[in-house]
């Protein structure tokens, strides 16, 4: 059975806005994907499982987020703990946040100008489109990615094997 929770944070006032996970824990089937906007039809920002501890999220390109929790299964773990803040913006010398792709990661916080994100996948995926993108400044407009962000697409099904005594996994 699969469960599916949705909330939108919104700051008032002008501003992006700043998350921070202080303690995630799920099990590898629960999901939290969080979106740049007011509901999940809005642009992923990031989309997590498992353990994490204290990673700063991209930042928002508007006063708004959805985060949307879907769990399946019976297995429970201890959950998460979410702060964030309004920020100001600094578009001509910070780029637009850069989500994590969905089975992969990024490699990189920093989004201001001439910065480097590299991205790579978990094992059994592959990596579709660039595996690094730099923050340039753009004349007369806001500082932009020379890229977008890759995707990564699963080469074979994760097996689950029961390791016996001589039986090498």
Not at 33 to 39: E, K, Q
Not at 107 to 125: Q, R, W
């Amino acid at each position: 059975m699969s469960h599916r929770h949705s909330v939108g944070l919104r700051s008032w006032g002008f501003g992006v806005l700043f998350g921070q996970f202080m303690f995630f824990q799920t099990t590898p089937t629960d999901v939290v994907d969080i979106y740049d906007g007011p509901s999940p039809e809005s642009s992923l920002l990031t989309s997590i499982y498992g353990s994490h501890s204290g990673e700063p999220l991209p930042l928002s390109s508007s006063n708004e987020i959805t985060i949307k929790f879907t769990t399946e299964g019976p297995n429970t773990a201890k959950g998460f703990h979410f702060v964030y803040q309004a920020v100001p913006r600094t578009s001509a010398s910070q780029c637009s946040s850069v989500p994590e792709p969905r089975f992969g990661k990024r490699i990189g916080s920093d989004f201001g100008l001439s910065a480097v994100v590299l991205f790579e996948c978990n094992p059994g995926y592959t990596l579709h489109g660039a595996s690094a993108i730099r923050c340039e400044s753009v004349p007369n407009s806001l500082a932009q990615w020379n890229g977008t962000v890759p995707t990564c697409t699963g080469m074979y099904p994760i097996l689950h094997a029961h390791c016996h005594h001589l039986l090498v996994c």
